[in-house]
């Protein structure tokens, strides 16, 4: 039985990453039958909404879905179609490893971190109040009212909301994760002694569950100083669990200590539902060009073989892509040290791999 998968290629470079990683996961002799949503401008501009329902419906059905990066509009226009899928799916755990390999011109060796990263609440609850608005003026009221502090009258607010259900929630998954895969710390990063009733609340409940895990490390760090350290001495991190702001901007950060971008991928789970996505974005000036560094989504598909049980494959591929990499011959502009040979293109790491994995199979 093939597996029945969502694919959602995206705009900007999306389609042709998609369409490069598609072909790879192919050759792996898995079977899928895929099914296309469209999402974004796109679908905006064809059925008047950027996430039509028929997208959820499909992924809901499927339970798995392989996403290319969507691009946002910034200030005005609609909310972000990657927020909005993970809160109406309640993809509550952002998972991204961050993992060096040999090849990859980096400072740093031996990185393999993975980012737990709370996906719901924080700052990307999606409650927001424009400035000059009823909602800004009320909410100045308020809290003149209860905390007789006087807002400057041109404020716009962007409400940050962390409860205790899901940092226990996101606190517990990176736990698990971390006892199924063999890892030994847990690392929870927060803001606490400032933002003492949001991401107090995220402390203490990482504490808490902590208590529940006797065999595996725990350590709390506040995020400026886990900031510093992990540019330092990123070795000394394995799994970081993180509210959603700081995890997002974490998760960029580490993919940079291995190599940048092109090499970070991720996932978004759920109770039964999971959604594999690279951790970059749609880079639009880069669109089209046939150019970019597919990998970030084939290692994301890598994941999703691990999640669908087919381990044996995903190691092959994974295997594959670490090789590619490490020889050197068949990467993009992005992880060129030589510049003596011209870097591949896109289709060109799937052609690459796709004969690797002809190999494998011989
Ligand atoms: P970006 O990740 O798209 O690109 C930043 C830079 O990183 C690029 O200019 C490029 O130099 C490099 N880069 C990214 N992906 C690469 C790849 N595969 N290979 C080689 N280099 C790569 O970030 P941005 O420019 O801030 O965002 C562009 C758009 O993407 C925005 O609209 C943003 O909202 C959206 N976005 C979407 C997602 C998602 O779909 N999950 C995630 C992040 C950003």
Redesign the pocket.
Known sequence: MPYRVTLIP?D???PE?TEATKRVLEATGVKFEWEIGIVGQKAQDKFGTPLPDEVLESIKKNKVAL????????GTGFR???VALRQSLDLYACLRPCKTYRGVPSPFKNVDIVIVRENTEDLYSGIEFARDTLGSASLAKLILETTNTKVKEDSGFSIKVISETASRRIVKFAFEYARANNRKKVTAAHKANILKFSDGIFLDAAREVAKEYQNIEFEDVVIDALCMRLVRNPQQYDVIVLPNLYGDIVSDLCAGLVG???LAP?ANIGDNIAVF??????????AGQNK??????MLSSVMMLRYLSEIKIANNLEKAIADVIAEGKSI???LKTDRSQPAATTSEVADALIEKLKRQGG
């Open positions: 995206g900007g470079i999306g990453i996403k290319g990066p969507v691009t946002t509009p910034i972000s179609v990657n940048g971008l092109g991720g996505e690279p951790t970059h974005g749609s880079a639009p000036k880069y970019v560094n597919p990998i970030a989504m993009t502009y992005d």
